[in-house]
């Protein structure tokens, strides 16, 4: 029942809620498994028996398929008879399971979904596949996604005014990554207009085959700066060396990203736009204010 | 741990002299230097244990490590000198807020206060920047890499100089404040949040009536001499500038001489008027018939800063409801399965205070999540809670408290606060820390406090599912109304 609220409360009752699930599902085939949220549907949480959740549990909560990370004052010698206390029970007779692997595959065509939710404005989402963090082109395609959104949101919120808000967000995971741009329009504005200004803009970055370099510093130092803030904390710092072991088998990855972050050419970001941001290879997710729907949304 | 090595080039920082006269400053960084590991004080080093006792900070006092320096006009300054990371958290505070002006000034201040220029520069220095404006004070921070912070504080500067509401957006940013107020009231939690205030309040508080960014047709009848009439106020003796990072405090004050010495001296008095919280409880239902949760927020009439039961409020709060282990997390969610989550929160102003409870549960579960709230709150205002338990509670408080200086970002939030309530660092060195708190002081906080029979309660639900059932908990008249205009009613 638990699960069901949390559903409830990240989706059907949220504003927007509904809108990520919806891309999601369509970037990815059925079978794909990003195709679902983690989570499931209430319906499949409906049919999950106690039985299902102790397999599950079994195939993969194993010793050999997970890792430990402590950031502290602590010594290694101190640290690690507690971790074999503790751990070391955990039986590990299961194999090892394996690892689910696809290749990486942009869309083949644009998908227009148009959605209703009860909300005060309208919403455009438009969302590309791109290759995951561990790919060479993960940075140059961020340097290029920044000035574009920046430019956006020039556009969109200070120009024309008819946003109150233009963001930019990429979902990394293990297979493959999601990039959206997501323009809050201003109540009764039209959603029409939104995505060919989006092209445009990703045209223009086509056209001049390279970002100017004060814009690739401005970006750079943002980058640099989020890292470094990334490993202030010793949750930030044992989160980006969890991730960096699971994503690259390096604990100290952080350090490797900051001269990737470093090494990206102006040429390479236009070049990661031109190959990624592709004007038939997006998801368009428009969501119009209806009453009657859910404040999540629903698919039209 | 081995220490890892950061490696900055060339960043290329926008704005760099930007602050008129002030004195030209080179931010071409090229530089190599070793990011220690971080410290965090005294943390036990059996972190991995299991024993029954918690490990961290609880016992904790505040810091004594914060150094302040005025300048000539009454700026205060205030540092926090820690040198683990190469990043520095800088924090104006205006002890000027919501309470202090009318309705909807306050927020239109704050969100023109930096003009579009500033905004962009700290953008690009790679700045993570926060305004927020509160019931007392308006506050703007910046966290940046620390060779960068003389740019920061020159935007700030700038800013105070000839705020952005100048730039002829004044329309334009109230159509923002317009649809941000909208939005805050379309979703279940803003307008839950938005309608217990004014029930915890008193509808004519300034607390419950000048929250939020006001109303259409406040935000309507404000005026550039409005905003003009506020940034008045805007005083040397009003402000602060708190610095946490690896500056030390002589090289703080001289930026801060450079950037603020022009500000007046003139002091401003400024005291709200406060009207008497109600004595009754009062639930109101605001209908909302697609609804597919309830939205519950539950408040008490709370402690004001510096009132000696709001550090036990703090803790009250944390073992009610700190992640899945807090009292009411175990019964809402674990036990019956109702919600998701529930969480609790001790807001403590300079003149009052409100304690919320917030879950969103199954519709037909909603009485019956209330029901659970109220016995625990009975129960815990009844019987002394165990040693252990306010001690793992008071320890989790730390963490998300004053007390918390794990980052400089996080240190910095001491520092607001002194500036915010205009606490010396005599006093605050006097106060007692959360691990101070006893059981029995637990106890009492909830006694005196969380009182059922005083509970303003406000729900967000489809009143066709929900009234009947509400009505039969007998907890206090129920009133039903609709959600606000264009909201999903």
Redesign the interface.
């Known amino acids: 029942?638990?699960?069901?609220?949390?559903w409830?409360?990240r989706n059907?009752?949220?504003?927007y809620g509904n809108v990520s699930g919806v891309v999601w599902s369509t970037m990815f085939p059925d079978g794909h498994p990003y195709h679902r949220s983690p989570i499931g549907t209430p319906a499949e949480l409906d049919r999950a028996s106690i039985d299902s959740v102790r397999k599950f549990m079994a195939s993969y909560y194993l010793p050999q398929n997970a890792t430990l990370v402590?950031?502290?004052?602590?010594?290694s010698a101190?640290?690690r008879p507690?971790?074999e206390k503790?751990f070391g029970q955990i039986g590990n007779s299961a194999p090892r399971p394996n690892a689910v692997t696809t290749t990486f595959s942009p869309l083949a065509a644009t998908k227009q979904i148009k959605m209703l939710a009860?909300?005060?404005?309208p919403l455009v989402a438009v969302s590309w596949k791109v290759p995951p963090s561990t790919h060479p082109s993960w940075y140059p395609l961020q340097f290029g996604l920044r000035p574009l959104m920046w430019r956006l949101r020039y556009d969109f919120v200070?120009q024309a005014?008819v946003a109150?808000d233009v963001g930019l967000s990429c979902t990394d995971q293990r297979l493959a990554a999601v990039c959206t741009i997501e323009v809050s329009l201003?109540?009764k504005e039209s959603p029409d207009s939104v995505v060919s200004v989006i092209n445009q803009r990703i045209g223009s970055i086509q056209r001049e085959g390279k970002l100017d370099w004060?814009t690739l510093?401005?970006v750079?130092?943002?980058?640099?700066?989020?890292t470094?803030?990334g490993?202030?904390?010793?949750s930030r710092?044992a989160n980006a060396m969890q991730t960096g072991l699971d994503r690259f088998n390096n604990a100290?990855q952080?350090?490797v990203n900051?001269?990737r972050i470093?090494a990206v050419t102006p040429e390479q970001a236009a070049d990661a736009v031109e190959q990624y941001l592709g004007e038939q290879e997006k998801v368009v997710v428009t969501v119009v204010p209806d009453?009657?729907?859910?404040?999540g949304g629903k698919i039209q | 741990?081995?220490p890892?090595?950061?490696?900055?080039?060339?960043?290329?920082?926008?704005g760099a002299n930007a602050c008129g006269s002030a004195p030209p400053v080179a931010f071409s960084v090229t530089d190599r230097r070793v990011?220690p590991?971080?410290?965090?004080g005294a943390?036990s080093?059996?972190?991995?244990?299991?024993a029954p006792e918690p490990l961290v900070l609880a016992e904790q006092k505040h810091s004594s490590d914060v150094k302040e320096a005025r300048l000539p006009n009454g700026l205060r300054i205030l540092v926090l000198e820690r040198t683990a990371?190469?990043?520095e958290s800088v924090a104006l505070v205006i002890r000027q807020g919501s309470v202090h002006a009318k309705q909807g000034v306050a927020a239109l201040y704050g969100s023109t206060l930096l003009g579009?220029e500033e905004r962009e520069q700290l953008?690009?220095?790679?700045?993570?920047r926060e305004q927020d404006v509160g019931s007392d004070a308006i506050t703007v921070r910046a966290?940046?890499?620390a060779p960068l912070t003389r740019s920061v504080i020159a935007a700030f500067a700038r800013s105070l100089k000839r705020p952005g509401f100048y730039e002829g957006d004044l329309d334009?940013a109230k159509?923002?404040q317009r649809?941000?107020l909208?939005?805050s009231l379309?979703?279940?939690t803003g307008a839950a949040g938005s309608q217990l205030r004014q029930a915890v309040f008193g509808a004519a508080s300034p607390y419950a009536t000048r929250t939020l960014g006001g109303t259409t047709a406040s935000i309507d009848a404000i005026r550039e001499e409005d905003l003009a009439t506020f940034h008045a106020g805007v005083t040397g003796p009003n402000t602060t500038l708190a610095f946490a990072g690896p500056l030390p405090l002589a090289e703080c004050v001289r930026i801060a001489g450079a950037y603020f010495s022009s500000l007046s001296a003139a002091k401003v008095p400024r005291a709200p008027t406060m009207t008497a919280p109600p004595t009754t409880s009062q639930i109101t239902i605001l209908d909302r018939p697609?609804?597919?949760?309830s939205?519950i927020a539950i408040g008490f009439s709370g402690a004001a800063e510096g009132d000696e039961r709001a550090r036990s409020l703090e803790v009250v709060a944390s073992m009610l409801a700190r992640g899945l282990s807090g009292r009411l997390a175990l019964k809402v969610?674990?036990e019956?399965?109702?919600?998701?989550g529930v969480s609790a929160d001790n807001a403590n102003y300079r003149e009052a205070g409100i304690f919320t409870i917030e879950s969103?549960?199954?519709s037909s579960k909603t009485a019956e999540s209330i029901a659970s709230i109220a016995t625990e709150l009975r129960t815990l205002g009844t019987s002394v809670p165990a040693k252990t338990e306010t001690t793992r509670a008071a320890t989790a408080a730390a963490g998300e408290s004053v007390q918390d200086q794990?980052?400089?970002?996080?240190a910095l939030n001491a520092l607001v606060y002194l500036g915010t309530y205009d606490i010396s660092l005599a006093e605050f060195e006097r106060r007692p820390g959360l691990g101070s708190i006893t059981p029995e002081m637990v106890q009492r906080g909830v006694s005196q406090t969380l009182d059922m029979s005083k509970a303003q309660i406000v729900i967000v639900g489809d009143a066709a599912k929900i009234e009947k059932s509400v009505r039969d908990l007998n907890l206090g008249p129920v009133k039903v109304v609709k959600m606000p205009a264009?909201s999903?009613s």
């Open positions: 029942m638990s699960s069901k609220n949390e409830r409360e059907d009752n949220r504003a402590i950031v502290g004052p602590v010594r101190e640290v507690l971790v503790y009860n909300v005060p404005a200070d005014k109150t201003r109540p004060k510093s401005e750079r130092t943002q980058f640099l700066s989020s470094i803030f490993v202030e904390s010793l710092r100290n952080t350090e900051m001269k470093d009453k009657n729907a859910p404040i | 741990m081995k890892m090595r950061v490696v900055f080039l060339s960043l290329v920082v926008a990011l590991p971080i410290s965090v943390t080093t059996t972190a991995l244990d299991v990371m190469p990043t579009r953008f690009y220095l790679g700045a993570d966290h940046a890499l334009d159509k923002q649809n941000e909208q939005e379309e979703s279940p697609t609804a597919s949760q939205n969610r674990q019956h399965g109702f919600s998701y969103s549960v199954e794990q980052t400089n970002e996080r264009g999903g």
